[in-house]
């Protein structure tokens, strides 16, 4: 089993930071895929940034130049910086992994349960 467990998250004006991270543990052989994704009140959760693990990354078009996504893998942990928050950026923000056990297994996928971003004045 893992456990993926997001950290950061809270109340910040519009056009503050913050930094979201997410630590893998468990029953770890290798962390394929990992990411943030978000669902505000009301919608469907949604991609925000992921990356593998070999650096490659993938954003929310609209996010791009505002979140950036970084990994550490020797710490089973990804990050998201955001910056020039807004309003709309208030969710739950999950963070998200695709984790094989075993040289030869096939990779899971698992959520954290998420930590609330709320962006308001």
């Known amino acids: 089993q893992v456990q993926l467990v997001e950290s950061g998250g809270g109340l910040m004006q519009p056009g503050g930071s913050l930094r979201l991270s997410c630590t893998a543990s468990?029953?770890?052989?290798?962390?394929?895929?990992m990411g943030w994704y978000r669902q505000a009140p009301g919608k469907e959760r949604e991609l925000v940034a992921v990356?593998?693990?070999?650096?490659?990354?993938n954003y929310e078009e609209s996010l791009k130049g505002r979140f950036t996504i970084s990994r550490d893998n020797a710490k089973n942990t990804v990050y998201l910086q955001m910056n020039a928050l807004k309003p709309e950026d208030t969710a739950v923000y999950y963070c998200?992994?695709?984790?094989?056990?075993?040289?030869?297994?096939?990779?899971?996928?698992?959520w954290g349960l998420g930590t609330q971003v709320a962006v308001s004045s």
């Open positions: 468990g029953s770890i052989f290798k962390i394929y895929t």
């Open positions: 990356t593998t693990s070999v650096g490659t990354t």
């Open positions: 998200g992994a695709y984790v094989a056990h075993a040289p030869s297994a096939d990779a899971n996928h698992y």
